[in-house]
T-cell receptor, first 112, second 114 residues
Framework: DAGITQSPRHKVTETGTPVTLRCHQT?????MYWYRQDPGHGLRLIHY???????DKGEVSDGYSVSRSKTEDFLLTLESATSSQTSVYFC???????????FGPGTRLTVL | DQQVKQNSPSLSVQEGRISILNCDYT??????FLWYKKYPAEGPTFLIS?????DKNEDGRFTVFLNKSAKHLSLHIVPSQPGDSAVYFC?????????????FGKGTKLTVNP
């Protein structure tokens, strides 16, 4: 258990509304990641962070922004949600000195 | 451009037999490979990994084989158990800009029948 929680676990929202998903970790890991999982696509990287206020884009970053103001929290924001952003979102951490990433339980987001 | 490919969306095996899940990759810069297992409504869980300098890694019932020349890796589960039924993702690690990132395949759904 890597001490990762995600909130909310489920959310239904309407097109055009802003949405923020939170990832919280308890073990001060430097690297944190946001993925989305969709049928037929596997897991795709949205954004990642390599330290406080240090973030970078992944392969599907359009329409998403992130912030990391403290080590334990990594926030994913959809500024104006669209139906194509309906997905399951996973946060992950990577422990120092290893290549393994450990995932949170996920957030199921539905945009109507 | 899909850099990590799992060409079999699904696989069905009998309990006690061997399950073989396959993965192909295209980027020779990948230096580490991982397998994750995912149950419905849960996050992926790390299963086993292998460095690009090795050709085999074993952990209990799970063995991963890497063939660098063919850019191919496989996960063997022996013997398969009903609890192994899940979606399995292959992932490859690459270091870019000082940060390590994983590239995932689309997954293979394994069903182990009692």
């Amino acid at each position: 258990d890597a001490g990762i929680t995600q909130s909310p676990r489920h959310k239904v929202t309407e097109t055009g509304t802003p949405v923020t998903l939170r990832c919280h970790q308890t073990e001060n890991h430097r690297y944190m990641y946001w993925y989305r999982q969709d049928p037929g696509h596997g897991l795709r990287l949205i954004h990642y962070s390599y330290g406080v206020k240090d973030t970078d884009k992944g392969e599907v970053s359009d329409g998403y922004s992130v912030s990391r103001s403290k080590t334990e929290d990594f926030l994913l924001t959809l500024e104006s949600a669209t139906s194509s952003q309906t997905s399951v979102y996973f946060c992950a951490i990577q422990t120092s000195g290893s290549n393994e990433q450990f995932f949170g339980p996920g957030t199921r987001l539905t945009v109507l | 451009d899909q850099q990590v490919k799992q060409n079999s969306p699904s696989l069905s095996v009998q309990e006690g037999r061997i399950s073989i899940l396959n993965c192909d990759y295209t980027n020779s810069m990948f230096d580490y490979f991982l397998w994750y297992k995912k149950y419905p409504a849960e996050g992926p869980t790390f299963l086993i990994s292998i460095s690009s300098i090795k050709d085999k890694n074993e952990d209990g019932r799970f063995t991963v084989f890497l063939n660098k020349s063919a850019k191919h890796l496989s996960l063997h589960i022996v013997p398969s158990q009903p609890g192994d039924s899940a979606v399995y993702f292959c992932a490859a690690s690459i270091t870019q800009g000082g940060s390590e990132k994983l590239v995932f395949g689309k997954g293979t759904k394994l069903t182990v029948n009692p």
